[in-house]
């Protein structure tokens, strides 16, 4: 049968329209580029596969610097989401994160709404078969009724490249339950050249709400009033429900011990690595067998459904076990599920075998991004999908990608982890990853990005304006509590007893009494008011930078000399096979990573200190050699 070619060539082809293609079809348009974006279903953009949730420890922080760069993900869930929640409260800014239960229904549709109205983007409904490469530069993709050509592609598969879904002792062939998968175009990735390899991921049951005893559980409230994620938004409208807490018990963990060979990870019939952080139930049983319980957050799927997510409880078990199980659980004695729980193994690529601009070393032009580079969670995939689709259209521009590094953004920690160390099982983001997060906080993701969002033109008047405002007036606070200064008076005096803080002995200013741990802003501006109200988010910033200025200057120290070896460039076409005195390791892993620093190269598993300072010395001489050339 002969093959039709559509009559357009793209600017971009996107691949995939979960969370990493939806942000980079988005941020490729708004940039100007002319946009596809292939989807295996138009009914299930942005499906929220498993946990009907954004945001989380760390998570949270990569929404806010989504949305500083100009990203959909914090709008849309400020428009549809019913619980949200700061979490951390109670320890330092550095690890406070945002969390919001969606919607689930109303997130997919809001955002197929964005997406089908935002200029210069297409979105149609096909499976990707195979890629054109020419030359060793994509061209575009073929799908099963059509060729589609393009200047970029970038693929955002998910969890659909021959996706196999696992129940018990039942597998069947589906990128998630219910949907086919994609089972060729792995294929035609290896036959590129790449490494492909195999991950395996999980989702617990979803059940009737009406079938369960929410008085047996501990409810958890949303925060009231809801602080929204996005940077422009005012306030959120959706209405707000609490989510319960209950726990698994001995009966529970008898059952899934006397079980363990009909589950699919147990059996055998699973061979991929699962996330070591998000553990299946049975998982937890048989690596914690002193933990008495382990808990399960029971969560809506949204306001117009009964439906529940019971988070904590994946599992490939069978679902008469899976049954049983709920059951031993307080509050889920008459449980029904809707949805069974399953494991599902997938095909990825090694995100070695990228640059950091996430387009591949093999194929000039294409890019990957989101779970085919071994991530998981939905924050993940759309931080990679907004990098990507920026320098999809930075490539065809024919300017130098944009590279987060590990001291701007927890995107640029994830991304250099990818590509710098790899993964061999579903990579996930932490607070902990991050070397500099005490400067990486979720409140200031837009001092640190949104320029860059500006200069990109992914960023409106509207939002600019209103960053530039939030800027002007915390440097004027700022310079306020610095210029005020207090005497030790009996009227001062007075006033720090009411505050419940010493007495000062000397002058002093307001700078530096809120460096005090028991004084708070909202006392210095109750006390001595500023001219005008401030919003709040320039409150807590104000407060953020004076209490912690000491350790934050400390880490803009560490940052300088990081930056340093970022500088060191190495040249692509440096050859590392003639580096005498480094390990055969360093060589090895050398020669394929082809860091583009010496901070990077710093940070790859098996290259010592003692390899890198030879390495510095035979980077120097090879460029006075060239430089004589």
Same mark, same amino acid.
């Given at each position: 049968?002969?093959? #039709?070619?559509?009559?357009?060539i ?5 691949? +995939? ?8 079809a988005?941020a ?16 299930? #953009? ?38 949200f ?33 935002? !200029? ?74 790449f490494?492909?390899?195999r ?11 009406k ?8 409810i ?18 959706? @209405? ?34 699962? @996330? ?15 933990? *008495?319980?382990?808990? #399960? ?6 306001l ?39 494991? &599902? ?13 996430? *387009? ?16 998981? +969670? ?71 990005l949104? *320029? ?12 600019y304006a209103?960053?530039?405002m ?14 005020i200064?207090?005497? @030790? ?7 720090? !007893? ?12 307001l ?13 210095? *501006? ?42 060191? &460039? ?52 090879? !460029?006075?050699r060239?430089?004589?050339?």
């Amino acid at each position: 049968m002969r093959m #039709i070619t559509y009559d357009k060539i793209y600017d971009v082809i996107v691949v +995939g329209a979960g969370h990493a293609g939806c942000e980079a079809a988005l941020a490729a348009a708004r940039m100007g580029a002319e946009v596809l974006l292939l989807t295996i279903s138009l009914d299930t #953009i942005a499906q929220m596969s498993c946990n009907p949730a954004i945001g989380g420890l760390a998570k949270g922080q990569l929404v806010k610097e989504i949305d500083a760069l100009g990203g959909e993900m914090a709008k849309n869930i400020d428009k549809t989401g019913i619980h949200f929640r700061l979490l951390n409260t109670k320890k330092g800014p550095a690890v406070r994160s945002s969390r919001a239960q969606a919607d689930k229904k109303l997130y997919h549709v809001e955002m197929k709404r964005t997406i089908e109205e935002q !200029k210069k983007l297409e979105v149609k409904q096909e499976v990707v078969e195979d890629l054109i490469v020419e030359d060793g530069r994509v061209k575009g993709v073929i799908t099963k009724t059509c060729a589609f050509l393009g200047r970029t592609v970038i693929l955002t598969t998910g969890t659909f490249l021959k996706g196999l879904i696992h129940i018990g002792d039942t597998s069947f062939v589906g990128g998630r339950l219910g949907e086919p998968s994609a089972e060729n175009l792995s294929d035609a990735l290896r036959r590129l050249g790449f490494e492909i390899g195999r991950l395996k991921t999980g989702t617990p049951p979803r059940v009737n709400a009406k079938s369960i005893d929410f008085k047996a559980m501990t409810i958890q409230y949303p925060d009231d009033p809801p602080r929204p994620f996005s940077f422009s938004t005012d306030r959120v409208d959706r @209405p707000q429900v609490p989510c319960y807490l209950t726990y698994t018990n001995e009966r529970t963990h008898e059952i899934i011990r006397r079980n363990l060979k009909r589950s699919a990870r147990f059996s055998g019939r699973i061979k991929s690595v699962g @996330p070591r952080y998000c553990p299946s139930i049975e998982d937890k049983i048989v690596r914690f067998p002193d933990k *008495e319980r382990h808990q #399960i957050f029971v969560e809506p799927e949204g306001l117009d459904t009964l439906e529940i997510y019971l988070n904590g409880i994946s599992t490939s078990m069978p679902v008469d076990v899976q049954v049983e199980m709920l059951r031993t659980i307080p509050g889920l004695e008459r449980v029904e599920i809707m949805r069974p729980a399953y494991a &599902i193994e997938y095909d990825f690529a090694p995100p070695t075998q990228l640059k950091p601009s996430l *387009e591949t070393k093999l194929v000039e032009g294409l890019f990957f991004a989101g779970q085919i580079n071994g991530t998981s +969670g939905y924050e993940e995939a759309a931080a990679q999908g907004i990098i990507a689709g920026i320098n999809a259209v930075l490539k065809i521009r024919g300017e130098e990608p944009l590279i987060l590094d590990r001291s701007q953004a927890y995107i640029g920690v994830l991304i250099d982890d990818l590509v710098t160390k790899g993964t061999d099982e579903p990579y996930r983001m932490f607070t902990s990853r991050a070397e500099y997060r005490l400067v990486l906080r979720e409140d200031n993701a837009d001092l640190r990005l949104m *320029e860059i969002g500006r200069r990109l033109g992914l960023i409106d008047d509207e939002t600019y304006a209103r960053f530039s405002m939030k800027k002007r007036l915390i440097a004027q606070e700022m310079e306020r509590l610095q210029e005020i200064k207090l005497y @030790p008076n009996p009227e001062t005096q007075q006033i720090m !007893k009411e505050m419940g803080t010493a007495p000062i002995s000397q002058p002093m200013t307001l700078r530096d009494l809120l460096k005090r741990p028991e004084v708070s802003y909202r006392m210095i *501006e109750r006390f001595f008011p500023p001219s005008q109200e401030m919003p709040w988010q320039v409150k807590e910033q104000v407060e953020i930078q004076v209490k912690y200025e000491g350790y934050i200057r400390r880490q803009e120290e560490q940052i300088k000399q990081f930056r340093k070896m970022e500088r060191m &460039i190495i040249p692509p076409e440096f050859d590392y096979s003639k580096v005498k005195g480094i390990s055969n390791e360093a060589r090895e892993k050398l020669s394929r990573i082809k860091p583009r620093s010496i901070g990077q190269a710093s940070r790859i598993s098996g290259v010592s200190p003692a390899d890198i300072s030879i390495l510095m010395i035979a980077l120097e001489a090879w !460029k006075r050699r060239m430089n004589r050339e």
